[in-house]
């Protein structure tokens, strides 16, 4: 199954992610994304794929996919 | 040529199109085409922080993985839209089934040039000013739009010092309005950048040892390393005699489709089929900083140079190229950033710089909202990531002012 993951220090709270996916995206008080889920089934692998390559600070990889 | 998709500028929107036209499925020919050599790389960083290895969009083992054909350090020369050809700086022709021009634009040329003065747009150009950058010393940065302001504060983490010179007294009050774009110079003015604003550079001189800079009052600034951040310009001479249609910028209808080129390609849309390889035929189409979108209602409509919409103008291409019967429009709510000073900068929906927004503020952190009739129509936050999220839900859904102010400081009595 494709794994999703967050570099935090690139991250720098644009939310961007968390506008194209709220259900695998979070961020904190500080703006610091959260992964609401790791695993990312292949129904939602494109959906995901995208939400990862809409974060302006290339810090999401979804890998496997 | 049936579902050949050509694209010209391999950038942002460039990339971000043919992987959306991949990942929908479409199999058929995708070609991209830049005149850069380097392989596909992001701009934003240029400005932020230390230069390191750049962010690529896209390499050349995962472009043949995905069955794109990168066509590096070719520049596109002239476009006859009725043959339906491209002329190549290498002197070839080539045809396209449906061609996207994703060319972005170039930074405002520098009026003075020689050692040391710099613009910022390339990965060269960024290159080259950060090697400056990392000898310190002087640098003067001429303009304080957001890539002069990011390039200051980079500078001076870097140890430079450094002034920032802008014929605004305010210039950040330009895009987010006068109380937020205060509440910004007072960051350049904590991190000790020098700030000559309202005022208008006349002359740069080389000297024996640096550069100096003659202000419109008579002062006159030494410097080691000049930054000319005045903007860009759209660099569209190669598609005179196109037809397209060329003021400022290449105008489109709402979903992106070049006027000026629609006569060859109407009539044959809706041909094309997801998986067939074959989209709207002949058909020219804009993408990113060099694209003029029409409103939705066909309004003229205006240039964004933002990550964002480029990339959102580039999905909508891609689904309108396969299934033309239902073209696409961009429908998310527009949002740029800046990083200055270690915080950043967020405006998103539309922002009048002429009214004043309502502030909502905690400590350091601020939103500020513009709303009509009580909805939220545009916020700028000031490093609040979670303020701008709910700013940018509530502009999404409609939703009151006063609902984010609940949502981001429930305790905070609104102003
Ligand atoms: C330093 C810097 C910082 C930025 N920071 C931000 C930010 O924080 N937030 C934000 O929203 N936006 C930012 N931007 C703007 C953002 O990068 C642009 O909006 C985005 O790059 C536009 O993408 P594009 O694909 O339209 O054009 P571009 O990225 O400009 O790419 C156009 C490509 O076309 C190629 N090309 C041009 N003409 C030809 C031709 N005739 N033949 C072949 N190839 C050609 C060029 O080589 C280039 O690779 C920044 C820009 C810069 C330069
Ligand atoms: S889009 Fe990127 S930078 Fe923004 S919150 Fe998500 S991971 Fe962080």
Same mark, same amino acid.
């Given at each position: 199954? /494709?794994?999703?993951?967050?570099?935090?220090?690139?991250?720098?709270?644009?939310?961007?992610?968390?506008?194209?996916?709220?259900?695998?995206?979070?961020?904190?008080?500080?703006?610091?994304?959260?992964?609401?889920?790791?695993?990312? /089934?292949?129904?939602?692998?494109?959906?995901?794929?995208r939400?990862?390559r809409a974060? /302006?600070?290339?810090?999401?990889?979804?890998?496997?996919? | 040529?049936?579902?050949?998709? =050509?694209i010209?500028g391999a950038s942002v929107a460039g990339v971000a199109l043919a992987r959306t036209l991949?990942?929908?499925?479409?199999?058929?020919?995708?070609?991209?085409?830049?005149? #850069?050599?380097?392989?596909?790389?992001?701009?934003?960083?240029?400005?932020?922080?230390?230069?390191? %290895?750049?962010?690529?969009l896209?390499?050349?083992? #995962?472009?043949?993985?995905?069955?794109?054909?990168?066509?590096?350090?070719?520049?596109?020369?002239?476009?006859?839209?009725? +043959?339906?050809?491209?002329?190549?700086? *290498?002197?070839?022709?080539?045809?396209?089934?449906?061609?996207v021009?994703a060319?972005?634009?170039?930074?405002?040329?520098?009026?003075?040039?020689?050692?040391?003065?710099?613009?910022?747009?390339?990965?060269?150009?960024?290159?080259?000013?950060?090697?400056?950058?990392? !000898?310190?010393?002087?640098?003067?940065?001429?303009?304080?739009?957001?890539?002069?302001?990011?390039?200051?504060?980079?500078?001076?983490? !870097?140890?430079?010092?450094?002034?920032?010179?802008?014929?605004?007294?305010?210039?950040?009050?330009?895009?987010?309005?006068?109380?937020?774009?205060?509440?910004?110079?007072?960051?350049?003015?904590?991190?000790? $950048?020098?700030?000559?604003?309202?005022?208008?550079?006349? +002359?740069?001189?080389?000297?024996?040892?640096?550069?100096? =800079?003659?202000?419109?009052?008579?002062? @006159?600034?030494?410097? *080691?390393? $000049? $930054?000319?951040?005045?903007?860009?310009?759209? *660099?569209?001479?190669?598609?005179?005699?196109?037809?397209?249609?060329? %003021?400022?910028?290449?105008?489109?209808?709402?979903?992106g489709?070049?006027?000026?080129?629609?006569?060859?390609?109407?009539?044959?849309?809706? #041909?094309?089929?997801?998986?067939?390889?074959? $989209?709207?035929?002949? !058909?020219?189409f804009a993408a990113g900083? @060099?694209a003029?979108?029409?409103?939705?209602?066909?309004?003229?409509?205006?240039?964004?140079?933002?990550w964002n919409s480029a990339q959102e103008q580039a999905r909508c291409i891609a689904a309108t190229l396969?299934?033309?019967?239902?073209?696409q429009?961009p429908?998310?709510?527009?949002? =740029?950033?800046?990083?200055?000073?270690?915080?950043? @900068?967020?405006?998103?929906?539309? =922002?009048?710089?002429?009214?004043?927004?309502?502030?909502? #503020?905690?400590?350091?952190?601020?939103?500020?909202?513009?709303? *009509?009739?009580?909805? @939220?129509?545009?916020?700028?936050?000031?490093?609040?990531?979670?303020?701008?999220?709910?700013?940018?839900?509530?502009? +999404?859904?409609? +939703?009151?002012?006063?609902?984010?102010?609940?949502?981001?400081?429930?305790?905070?009595?609104?102003?």
């Amino acid at each position: 199954m /494709p794994i999703l993951k967050a570099d935090a220090a690139a991250c720098q709270g644009y939310a961007s992610c968390v506008i194209a996916a709220d259900d695998y995206f979070d961020i904190d008080d500080d703006g610091l994304v959260v992964l609401l889920s790791t695993e990312v /089934p292949e129904a939602d692998r494109e959906r995901v794929d995208r939400a990862a390559r809409a974060c /302006p600070a290339a810090a999401l990889r979804l890998e496997g996919a | 040529m049936t579902g050949d998709v =050509v694209i010209v500028g391999a950038s942002v929107a460039g990339v971000a199109l043919a992987r959306t036209l991949r990942s929908s499925g479409f199999t058929g020919r995708v070609r991209l085409v830049d005149r #850069e050599t380097e392989e596909p790389y992001d701009k934003p960083p240029l400005s932020k922080g230390r230069l390191e %290895e750049p962010v690529r969009l896209l390499t050349r083992p #995962e472009a043949e993985r995905l069955g794109l054909e990168l066509l590096l350090g070719v520049e596109a020369t002239g476009l006859d839209t009725a +043959a339906r050809r491209l002329a190549l700086s *290498d002197g070839s022709r080539i045809g396209y089934g449906a061609l996207v021009i994703a060319t972005g634009v170039r930074a405002r040329r520098s009026p003075w040039i020689g050692p040391g003065v710099h613009v910022l747009r390339t990965l060269a150009d960024a290159r080259a000013l950060h090697a400056d950058l990392a !000898q310190g010393g002087d640098l003067v940065v001429v303009g304080a739009g957001f890539i002069g302001a990011e390039v200051a504060s980079t500078a001076i983490d !870097q140890g430079c010092r450094v002034t920032l010179v802008d014929p605004l007294t305010s210039p950040p009050a330009r895009v987010v309005g006068q109380s937020v774009g205060d509440r910004i110079l007072t960051w350049h003015e904590r991190a000790g $950048v020098n700030l000559r604003l309202g005022r208008v550079v006349e +002359a740069l001189d080389q000297l024996a040892d640096g550069i100096s =800079v003659r202000l419109d009052d008579g002062e @006159v600034l030494r410097a *080691d390393h $000049v $930054v000319v951040g005045i903007g860009a310009e759209v *660099d569209v001479d190669w598609l005179a005699g196109s037809g397209l249609h060329l %003021e400022d910028g290449i105008a489109c209808d709402p979903h992106g489709r070049a006027l000026g080129a629609d006569d060859v390609g109407e009539g044959r849309v809706g #041909e094309g089929r997801v998986g067939e390889g074959r $989209v709207g035929e002949g !058909q020219v189409f804009a993408a990113g900083d @060099v694209a003029r979108w029409a409103a939705a209602d066909g309004a003229p409509g205006r240039r964004i140079e933002h990550w964002n919409s480029a990339q959102e103008q580039a999905r909508c291409i891609a689904a309108t190229l396969l299934d033309p019967e239902r073209p696409q429009s961009p429908s998310a709510v527009p949002m =740029v950033w800046s990083d200055q000073h270690g915080r950043t @900068v967020q405006v998103l929906g539309a =922002v009048d710089p002429g009214v004043e927004p309502r502030l909502v #503020e905690d400590g350091d952190r601020l939103l500020a909202l513009w709303d *009509d009739g009580g909805r @939220v129509t545009g916020a700028v936050s000031l490093g609040w990531p979670r303020g701008a999220l709910a700013a940018r839900r509530a502009i +999404a859904n409609g +939703a009151a002012v006063t609902a984010v102010v609940d949502t981001v400081a429930p305790r905070e009595a609104a102003r």
